[in-house]
T-cell receptor, first 112, second 110 residues
Framework: EAQVTQNPRYLITVTGKKLTVTCSQN?????MSWYRQDPGLGLRQIYY???????DKGDVPEGYKVSRKEKRNFPLILESPSPNQTSLYFC???????????FGPGTRLTVL | RKEVEQDPGPFNVPEGATVAFNCTYS??????FFWYRQDCRKEPKLLMS???SGNEDGRFTAQLNRASQYISLLIRDSKLSDSATYLC???????????FGTGTSLTVIP
């Protein structure tokens, strides 16, 4: 089954404790992206990647890191999480023409 | 002005009704648009793509009005299962990023 998976789905952590949210897709897509969704603000892009070893900042990259060492994986790293990073996070992937984005099921992160 | 603006609703309509909501965009050069459907606390899923004047898929019709810079989504014969938030999306000029609207909430009532 073609899909985008994220782990963990739910995470409660404390300020400053480094964490990684994994994202994997099995569709051989070139494009991958991370979004956060907050009430009243909609989906905002954090980082995106056009292909392996190519990553670019989105609209809200501060406090986040990403890497794209393999085509299928695009982990999101929070080196020192803060409460304002409490949000619902979605990973998405797409073919090179980026016409249709396939989203993962989301990760609900709470930073205390 | 936001790049993509949607009426947040909520739109509450009876089953079987026809409902339409609009999405306005600020970049007159935008060439493509997408409607995504998002169920509560779940991931967005592509509903329709619009590259020219419009698109139709069963009960769903998307119309693009370039002169007034808005795109509409029309749902005919609403079903209970149509209850969701509908997101309007258009690529930025770079083509690698997207503007997402904040969504329009639809509830279909029995």
């Amino acid at each position: 089954e073609a899909q985008v998976t994220q782990n963990p789905r739910y995470l409660i952590t404390v300020t400053g404790k480094k964490l990684t949210v994994t994202c994997s897709q099995n569709m051989n897509h070139e494009y991958m992206s991370w979004y956060r969704q907050d009430p009243g603000l909609g989906l905002r892009q954090i980082y995106y990647s056009m292909n392996v070893e190519v990553t670019d900042k989105g609209d809200v990259p501060e406090g986040y890191k990403v890497s794209r060492k393999e085509k299928r994986n695009f982990p999101l790293i929070l080196e020192s999480p803060s409460p304002n990073q409490t949000s619902l996070y979605f990973c998405a992937s797409s073919q090179w023409d980026i016409r249709t984005q396939y989203f993962g099921p989301g990760t609900r992160l709470t930073v205390l | 002005r936001k790049e993509v603006e949607q009426d947040p609703g909520p739109f509450n309509v009876p089953e079987g009704a026809t409902v339409a909501f609009n999405c306005t965009y600020s970049n007159s050069a935008s060439q493509s648009f997408f409607w995504y459907r998002q169920d509560c606390r779940k991931e967005p899923k592509l509903l329709m793509s619009v590259y020219s004047s419009g698109n139709e898929d069963g009960r769903f019709t998307a119309q693009l009005n370039r002169a007034s810079q808005y795109i509409s989504l029309l749902i005919r014969d609403s079903k209970l299962s149509d209850s969701a938030t509908y997101l309007c999306v258009t690529p930025k000029d770079t083509g690698n990023q997207f503007y997402f609207g904040t969504g329009t909430s639809l509830t279909v009532i029995p």
